[in-house]
């Protein structure tokens, strides 16, 4: 069978509602599966089954771009497109389960960089480069609640109540509740002056793609964020090391040191680990 149709087939699958797979899972299994079709050239999908242990891990080290965790990614989204082949009766042969490493399917996780926390005057200096209020509310929003860039861009003027409290679609198209702080709901109401009241999201683009259907993209509120970034009079270096998710684990940072619970932070961002909060 045509090896393209059959993943294309698989990839359908999560758009699947019933499989609450999100946009961003099948996103990153479609790149990741990608890698592996391109680097194969599969024809049929049985081209699949006579991948050797040394073939495999030639591709995987030919990744060179990516880290350990990365390629472990891909493994990870390789073995569960193997797992459908032989659940669907596409593959009969149990060889490729053992060709990954000969079983031992992941590499060891390389040793992360200690990541440098952001300080009250970087803070303040990234405040001081926001030319807008939608722009402050953003940085503040992220800073001070944790939220994911994608969470971010989901929020429509209409979850938010009086209070301050909505929900925001999370990974897993989860629904996670978020309060904001008075200091920070102050902000919003800043920034509800300013904005086009006929919009349906909190944040909009107002040129590009996006613009159309009046919702930023992730990708685009990261983009905000280095635009911002960009106008600081932080070095370059520093600039590159900030990113969305750097916000995101200043608050966690800030919850552990003001509550000495990791459990709290653990909450407040909506892990369902505590080993991941760890991690931050």
């Not at 429509?156 to 996670?176: M, P, S, T």
Request: charge should be positive; include cysteine; charged fraction near 30%.
């Amino acid at each position: 069978m045509d090896a393209d149709e059959i993943l294309e087939k698989y990839l359908e699958m999560f758009k699947n509602p019933m499989l609450n797979k999100s946009p961003l899972t099948h996103k990153t299994y479609q790149r990741d599966l990608g890698k592996f079709y391109d680097h194969f050239k599969f024809s049929e999908i049985s081209d699949v089954e006579i991948v050797s242990k040394e073939q495999f891990r030639d591709f995987i080290f030919s990744l060179t771009t990516l880290s350990n965790e990365s390629k472990n990614g891909v493994i990870r989204a390789i073995s569960a497109f193997i797992n459908f082949l032989k659940n669907e009766d596409y593959i009969v042969s149990e060889k490729i389960s053992t060709t990954m490493f000969g079983g031992k399917r992941y590499l060891p996780k390389t040793e992360k960089k200690e990541k440098m926390q952001l300080n009250d005057a970087e803070i303040h200096e990234i405040y001081r480069a926001c030319e807008t209020a939608q722009e402050k509310f953003m940085i503040a929003l992220m800073i001070y609640t944790g939220l994911r860039e994608s969470s971010v861009a989901s929020i429509k003027i209409a979850d938010i109540d009086e209070a301050g409290f909505f929900k925001v679609r999370a990974k897993g198209n989860k629904l996670d509740p978020v309060k904001m702080s008075p200091s920070l709901y102050k902000l919003f109401t800043e920034y509800k002056k300013t904005r086009d009241n006929k919009k349906e999201y909190l944040f909009y683009p107002t040129i590009g793609r996006g613009a159309k259907n009046e919702k930023m993209s992730p990708k685009t509120v990261y983009e905000r964020v280095k635009s911002i970034l960009s106008r600081t009079f932080l070095s370059d270096e520093r600039q590159a090391e900030i990113t969305p998710h750097t916000f995101r684990h200043a608050f966690v940072t800030k919850i552990i040191s003001s509550t000495k619970s990791v459990e709290s932070a653990r909450q407040a961002v909506h892990h369902s680990s505590i080993s991941t909060t760890n991690m931050y």
